[in-house]
């Protein structure tokens, strides 16, 4: 049984599944959060469907789709004397491209790309949920072509492809909820100054920097391996424009604190790729604040907001320090885990607060022990743990911070940079 406004998604993976025939049964959208007997209204309508799909008999199954299948690209003859007009047009046509002008993926371009991951075309490096389409090195380079990379950025698109392919990381969920999630690539260092990815003023927005480009080959993969289509796979119901580009470098050199990939077991000259599914930066303002308990009240004030996953999902948060704001705090003899303890602590709102729905079907039904036959002054945490906020420190000049949510029960992970030979790339 699915709602109308998902069946495309249900047919997609009963695609993948190997059930490409499973029967299904539509129910008027929305289901979710409608009052009960609207639900029941619309499960009578269906019933003598869904009886009758019940009792038929059984539907025969073929084989899942598999990582192994298809490897080899197919190229497709394009006529590319109209290179940034009617050819774009195409592209768009056939679902390639994510609104913007694209560099067509031609074989030498493609080529080059490839050779800067230093791996043969043909050598698998994932499988990008929902659709599963498998992630070679030559598919990894034709999107990085159309999103305007160079090639030595194929090394850090196959680290962020390992980790989207993880199911720890989540992806199948990631792509196709209605939630305002997307990934985010954040590099750590010192391959990050060499490439130009932006850490400091203006990292989250546009500029000259590899950001844009790098953070466009994610969503172009997404897109054309993942399947992840707008509307149809990808149920956002209004997105945020991290799902154009999403990427940013940690300002390791202005943090008073270990670095995030330090703090992950790497060594000091190995660069790494974290991806983090989460929502549009929040920012949080301070420009008074002197002390470490008094800028702490204030960005712990800015999250402790109700409509967040994380207060019922075992989901995590990211939290983007200004450098003047970090040092600030750090001043004051707080380490990162003190700041993250300081969040999880004092970042809450009493469950008064929620709609009385809300506490009956997220807090009292997904986490009991902590809410349920608990009175209504009780403290609600914006996640479950100290250990799932990460913090990191970035940006340039200026007393702003942000904040961004994260999604479900994805987790952010680290991959090193790696060269062709398997070694750390430098």
């Known amino acids: 049984m699915v709602s109308t406004a998902f069946v495309g998604l249900a047919r997609n993976q009963a695609r993948v599944l ?17 009052q009960l007997d609207s639900v029941l209204a619309k ?5 003598d469907e869904l009886l009758s799909k019940l009792a038929s008999p059984p539907i025969s199954t073929v ?8 490897t080899r690209s197919e190229w497709i003859e394009f006529d590319t004397s109209d290179e940034w007009g009617s050819l774009q047009t195409d592209f768009a046509a056939r679902g390639w491209s994510d609104g913007m002008l694209m ?15 230093g791996l043969p075309p043909e050598k698998i490096i994932g499988e990008l949920a929902p659709k599963m389409g498998v992630a070679t090195v030559e598919r990894i380079a034709a999107n990085a072509v159309m999103a ?7 090394p850090i698109l196959v680290a962020a492809v390992q980790i989207m392919s993880d199911p720890t990381f989540f992806l199948k969920n990631i792509q196709a909820t209605t939630h305002p999630v997307s990934p985010l690539l954040i590099v750590g260092g010192p391959l990050a100054k060499t490439l130009n990815i932006n850490s400091g003023s203006g990292a989250f927005g546009p500029g000259p920097w590899a950001n844009g480009v790098i953070g466009r080959a994610i969503r172009l993969m997404l897109l054309n391996i993942g399947g992840g289509k707008p509307g149809e796979i990808d ?7 991290g799902k154009y580009t999403y990427c940013i470098a940690e300002n390791e050199a202005a943090s008073p604190w270990p670095s995030l990939r330090a703090e992950r077991g790497f060594a000091a000259d190995v660069s790494t790729v974290t991806m ?5 930066p929040h920012n949080i ?6 002390t470490a308990g008094g800028l702490l009240t204030t960005i712990t004030g800015s999250i402790a907001q109700i409509g967040q996953n994380s207060v019922e999902c075992f989901a995590e948060m990211l939290v983007v320090l200004s450098p003047e704001h970090a040092a600030t705090i750090a001043a004051d003899g707080f380490t990162k885990d003190d700041v993250k303890r300081a969040i999880y602590e004092d970042a809450r709102v009493p469950m008064s607060r929620f709609a009385q729905k809300n506490i009956e079907r997220r807090l009292w039904r997904l986490l009991p022990l902590r809410y349920r036959d608990r009175p209504m002054d009780t403290m609600v945490a914006m996640v479950q743990r100290w250990e799932d906020v990460i913090v990191i420190v970035a940006g340039g000049e200026g007393k702003h911070s942000m904040y961004l949510p994260g999604y479900g029960s994805t987790r952010a992970l680290t991959r090193p940079i790696l060269s062709g030979d398997g070694s750390p790339w430098r």
């Open 103 to 117: 560099a067509p993926p031609t074989e030498m371009r493609v080529a080059a790309m490839v050779a800067g991951s």
């Open 148 to 154: 305007g990379c160079r090639p030595e950025h194929m």
């Open 235 to 241: 149920k956002a119901t209004l997105g945020h424009p």
């Open 18 to 34: 190997g059930m490409p025939d499973m029967p299904m049964v539509q129910l008027q959208h929305p289901v979710g959060g409608t």
């Open 276 to 280: 983090y599914g989460g929502e549009a």
């Open 285 to 290: 303002n301070d420009h008074e604040s002197t």
């Open 63 to 70: 084989a899942a789709v598999s990582a192994v299948s298809a």
């Open 43 to 47: 499960v009578d309508a269906s019933l």
